[in-house]
C-alpha cells in the first residue's frame, strides 16, 4: 500500500513538472490556487508583456492579493477575469442605429488602419441593406484617396472626394450635404493619420467638425479612434489628445490577428470610460467583428 | 504626461546624498525607478530586467578596487548611476556609428529591401531612404511589391516622384517576380540601389513570410531592413524576433518618432535581434529622415530629453555665434524681448515649431509653458507685437507702460492683453531660463559635452 501510495505521489509530482514544462507560462501560473511571492513576480511580468502598464498591472496585482488574503485558495483567473471585465464592461459598446442621416469620422495616428476599417465598416452598413456615403477625408497622404476607393468600390458604396491637398473641411461639408439631400443613413469619414502631438493637424479635425455642424448639428455622431493592437503606453496619450481634439466616442482595435494583445486600451478605457466598437482581425472585409470583453480578456490572459 | 526620470530620482533619492559609493542598498531604490522608467517607455518587461541586472553588476563592480563604483563629488548615488545606465543603454543602442549607413555592393546594383508589420510606414520609408541616398550621389529605384493593400503601389510611385527618383512600373501581379525583373533592370539601365517595398504583413502569416524568402532568394538582398512603428509595445521583441529568425536582418529603421512616444520598441527590437537601428523616420515629409543616433534615442527611453538632437538641429541653421551669444544671455540671464523675437525668427527657419518642443528635455512644466507660448498661429501674432515695439523696448521691457502698450496693440493688430500675455510668458521664460544657471544644470551639461561622440556645445 505505502508503496503504491509513493508511486502515486512521484507520478503526480512528474506529471506536475511536465505541466509546468509544457504549460505556456501564464496558463501555470494561472492554474495555481496559491501564488508565492516569486510567482506573483513572474505573473507580473507576464501581465505587462499584454500592453496592459504599471497602472493597470497594479491594480490586477492588488486585487490577486486581497483575494488571497481573504481566502485559502483563489482561482487567480476567475479573479484576474472579474477585475479586467470590470473595466472593460463599464461602458458597453452602442450598436451602429441608422437614424436620420449619421455621421461617423474616423480618427488615428498613422498607419493604424483608418482606411482600412472605413471600408469593412461601409461593407457591414451596405449588407444590412443601408446605403452609405464614403468621404475621402484624407488628402495629404500619397495615393490615400485611391485606396479609399478601392474599398469604395469592394463595398459598392459611392466615394466622395476632391483633389489631392484639398480642404478635408470642405470635402466632409459636401459630403454630409449630399447625404442630408438623398436620406443617405450613413456618412463614413475617412481622415488621414496624424501624430496627436502635432498641434496645427489636431486643429484641422475641429474645422471637420464644425462644418460638418453647419450641416447636421449633431455631427459627428460617432468618432471612432482606431488604435493598433501593437500600440504601447504611448497608446494612452494618443487617446487623451484625440479626446481632447476630436471628442472621439468610439474605439476600434485592429490588427488582433498579429500576436499583439492590445492590452493598452485596459488603462484606456480605465481612465476614459469609452466604449470599443469593434476589434480588426484581418485585411479582408469581413474582419471586422464586434468586440467581445470576455474574448478579449482570454486573449489577455493567454501567454 | 511623464516626470522624467531624472526628476523622480531627484525626488526618491535626496536622503542618499554624502554617500560615497553605490551600493546594493543605495541603488535599490533608484534600480526601481529605472525599471518603471523603461517599462513606462515600453522596453520590454525581460529586456529591461536582463538590462537591469548588467547594469546593476557594472555599478558595484566598477569601483577602482573592484568595489562599488565612486559617488563623484556633487552627484548623488542615484544621479551617479543613472549615468551608468544611460551610458550601458548607449553602448547596447549602437555605441558609435558605423562610417557607411548601408552595407553597398562593390559590384552595384545594392538591393535594399523593406520588411516589416502592416501601417509600420514601409513605403513613406523607402521613399525617405531613396532621397537620403540621392543626396549621397547615388541613384536609387523603388520598386512597388506591395500587391497586398490597395493603392500602395500607386503611394509608391508618387513618393518617388516626389523624391525625385525613378520606380519600376510592371503589370505583374507577383511580388517576388516583381523584384527579381527590377533588379535586372537596374543592372541594365544602371541603378545603383535598389529599393524593395514589400507588403506588410504578420509574423504568424506563415505563407506570406515565405513569400519574403522568396523575394530573398531571388534578389540577394545586401540589407534586409526591419520597418518598425516606435509606438509599438511589448510585442516588438516577438516581431522583430520572427522576422529576423525568417530572413536575417541586416538593419531596423525606427518610424514616427516625431510623436511623444519614449520608444522602448528600438531598445527591444536592439536586443532582440543584435542588429544596428540604421535611421529614424520623425515627420510625414521626405526629409525627416536621419541616421540613428544611440546617445539620443537613450535619453529620450530614459525620459531625459533630446537635449543633443535640439542642439545639434539648431547649429545647422542657426549662426553659431548667434547661438553662442544668446546661450551667455541665457546664462547671465539678460534675456530680452530683443532676444526673444530673434528666437522666433530663428525658430521659423528652423521648421515647425512642434517638432523643436517634442525634443526639448523632459522638463514637463517647461515644455508645457513653452507650448503654450508658441502654437504656430500665435507664432505669427507674437511676432507682429515685437516688431511694433522700438528696439529700446525691446531691450528693456520696463518700459512697457500702459500708453506703449496701447500703441503697440494698435501697431500690432492685436488686443492689448495679448501684449501683457506675451510680457507675462516673456517674463516666465526668463525665471526659468534663469533656473539654468542653477550649477547643477550645468555640470551636467559639461558632463555631457564631454563624452565622447558628443557634438559641441553652444554652452
Ligand atoms: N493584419 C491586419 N492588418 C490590418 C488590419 N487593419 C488594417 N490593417 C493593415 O494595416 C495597414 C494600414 O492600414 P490603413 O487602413 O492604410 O491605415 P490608415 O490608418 O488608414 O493609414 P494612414 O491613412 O496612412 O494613416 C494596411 O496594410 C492594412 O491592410 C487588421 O485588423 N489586421
Ligand atoms: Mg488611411
Known amino acids: 500500500m505505502g508503496l503504491f501510495g509513493n508511486l502515486f505521489d512521484k507520478f503526480k509530482q512528474g506529471l506536475q513538472r511536465t505541466q509546468e514544462l509544457v504549460l505556456a507560462p501564464m496558463q501555470r501560473l494561472l492554474g495555481l ?19 496592459l502598464g504599471l497602472h493597470a498591472v497594479e491594480r490586477l496585482m492588488e486585487r490577486l492579493r486581497f483575494e488571497m488574503k481573504r481566502n485559502a485558495e483563489i482561482d487567480p483567473k476567475a479573479v484576474l477575469k472579474d477585475e479586467l471585465l470590470k ?26 488602419g483608418k482606411t482600412t476599417t472605413l471600408g469593412k465598416l461601409a461593407s457591414h452598413l451596405k449588407s444590412r441593406g443601408e446605403d452609405v456615403l464614403v468621404v475621402a477625408g484624407d488628402t495629404f497622404r500619397a495615393a490615400a484617396i485611391d485606396q479609399l476607393e478601392l474599398w469604395g468600390e469592394r463595398a459598392g458604396v459611392p466615394v466622395i472626394r476632391n483633389q489631392m491637398g484639398g480642404d478635408p473641411a470642405a470635402i466632409a461639408f459636401d459630403g454630409a450635404t449630399s447625404a442630408q439631400a438623398k436620406g443617405t443613413p450613413w ?56 479626446k481632447a481634439a476630436a471628442g472621439i466616442t468610439d474605439l476600434v482595435l485592429t ?37 467581445d470583453p470576455e474574448a478579449f480578456v482570454d486573449g489577455l490572459l493567454s501567454a | 504626461m511623464f516626470e ?80 551608468i545606465v544611460y551610458q550601458e543603454l548607449t553602448e547596447i543602442m549602437g555605441g558609435t556609428a558605423p562610417e557607411h549607413p548601408l552595407d553597398f555592393a562593390s559590384k552595384p546594383p545594392t538591393v535594399v529591401m523593406m520588411v516589416g508589420l502592416q501601417g509600420a510606414g514601409k513605403t513613406t520609408t523607402c521613399g525617405k531612404l531613396a532621397k537620403f541616398l540621392k543626396k549621397l550621389g547615388r541613384s536609387p529605384l523603388l520598386v512597388p511589391a506591395d500587391i497586398q493593400r490597395p493603392a500602395a503601389v500607386e503611394q509608391l510611385h508618387v513618393v518617388a516622384q516626389d523624391a525625385g527618383v525613378p520606380s519600376y512600373r510592371t503589370d505583374s501581379k507577383d511580388p517576388v517576380a516583381i523584384c527579381k525583373a527590377a533588379v535586372e533592370e537596374a543592372r541594365i539601365k544602371g541603378w545603383d540601389t535598389v529599393i524593395l517595398d514589400t507588403a506588410g504583413r504578420l509574423h504568424l502569416d506563415e505563407q506570406l513570410m515565405n513569400e519574403l524568402v522568396r523575394i530573398q532568394e531571388g534578389t540577394q538582398p545586401n540589407e534586409i531592413l526591419f520597418v518598425a512603428d516606435a509606438m509599438t509595445g511589448q510585442d516588438a521583441v516577438r516581431s522583430a524576433t520572427a522576422f529576423h529568425e525568417k530572413l536575417g536582418l541586416t538593419g531596423v529603421i525606427l518610424t514616427k518618432t516625431d510623436g511623444d512616444t519614449r520608444g522602448g520598441a528600438a531598445f527591444s527590437i536592439k536586443h532582440a535581434t543584435g542588429r544596428p537601428i540604421k535611421f529614424v523616420g520623425e515627420g510625414e515629409k521626405l526629409d525627416d529622415f536621419q541616421r540613428f543616433h544611440p546617445d539620443r534615442m537613450a535619453q529620450r527611453i530614459l525620459g531625459m530629453g533630446d537635449v ?19 546661450a551667455q544671455k541665457l546664462v547671465k540671464n539678460q534675456f530680452t524681448l530683443e532676444d ?76 492689448v492683453h495679448e501684449i501683457n500675455q506675451l510680457l ?36
Not at chain 2, 545647422?316 to 551669444?325: G, H, V
Not at chain 2, 507650448?371 to 507674437?382: A, F, G, Q
Not at chain 2, 518700459?399 to 492685436?414: F, P, Q, T, V
Open chain 1, 187 to 242: 456618412v463614413l469619414i475617412d481622415t488621414a493619420g496624424r501624430l496627436h502631438t502635432k498641434d496645427h493637424l489636431m486643429r484641422e479635425l475641429d474645422k471637420i467638425h464644425r462644418s460638418l455642424q453647419k450641416v447636421i448639428p449633431e455631427a459627428p455622431h460617432r468618432v471612432i479612434l482606431v488604435m493598433d493592437a501593437t500600440t504601447g503606453q504611448n497608446g494612452l496619450v494618443q487617446a487623451e489628445a484625440f
Open chain 2, 4 to 83: 522624467s526620470l531624472t526628476e523622480k530620482l531627484t525626488k526618491a533619492m535626496k536622503s542618499l546624498r554624502g554617500e560615497t559609493r553605490l551600493t546594493e542598498k543605495n541603488i535599490e531604490d533608484a534600480l526601481r525607478e529605472v525599471r518603471m522608467a523603461l517599462l513606462e517607455a515600453d522596453v520590454h518587461v525581460q529586456v529591461a530586467r536582463t538590462f537591469l541586472q548588467r547594469v546593476k553588476e557594472k555599478a558595484l563592480a566598477q569601483g577602482p578596487d573592484g568595489k562599488g563604483t565612486v559617488v563623484l563629488d556633487g552627484l548623488n548615488p542615484a544621479q551617479q548611476f543613472i549615468d
Open chain 1, 33 to 51: 490556487r496559491r501564488l508565492d511571492e516569486d510567482q506573483l513576480l513572474e505573473l507580473e511580468d507576464l501581465l505587462l508583456q499584454a500592453d
Open chain 2, 308 to 326: 543633443l538632437t535640439l542642439i545639434e538641429q539648431a547649429k545647422d541653421k542657426i549662426d553659431e555665434k548667434e547661438a553662442e551669444a544668446m
Open chain 1, 87 to 112: 473595466i472593460l464592461r463599464q461602458v458597453p459598446s452602442r450598436p451602429l442605429e441608422a437614424k436620420g442621416t449619421q455621421v461617423v469620422l474616423l480618427v488615428g495616428v498613422n498607419g493604424v
Open chain 1, 255 to 291: 490588427k488582433l490577428d498579429g500576436s499583439a494583445k492590445g492590452g493598452v486600451v485596459v488603462p484606456i478605457l480605465e481612465r476614459m470610460k469609452l466604449p470599443i466598437a469593434f476589434v480588426g482581425v484581418g485585411e479582408g472585409v469581413d474582419d471586422l467583428i464586434p468586440f
Open chain 2, 340 to 415: 526673444m523675437r530673434s528666437q522666433l525668427q530663428q525658430v521659423k527657419k528652423m521648421g515647425s515649431m512642434q517638432k523643436l518642443i517634442g525634443m526639448l528635455p523632459g522638463m514637463g512644466q517647461m515644455k508645457a509653458q513653452i507650448e503654450s507660448v508658441v502654437t504656430d498661429k500665435r507664432m505669427t501674432h507674437l511676432e507682429a507685437i515685437l516688431n511694433s515695439m522700438t528696439p529700446r523696448e525691446r531691450a528693456n521691457h520696463n518700459l512697457l507702460d500702459a500708453k506703449r502698450k496701447r500703441r503697440i496693440a494698435a501697431g500690432a493688430g492685436r488686443p
Open chain 2, 424 to 459: 507675462k510668458q516673456f517674463l516666465e521664460m526668463k525665471k526659468m531660463m534663469g533656473q539654468m544657471k542653477d550649477p547643477r544644470f550645468m555640470k551636467r551639461m559639461a558632463a555631457m559635452k564631454n563624452m565622447p561622440g558628443m557634438p559641441k556645445m553652444p554652452f
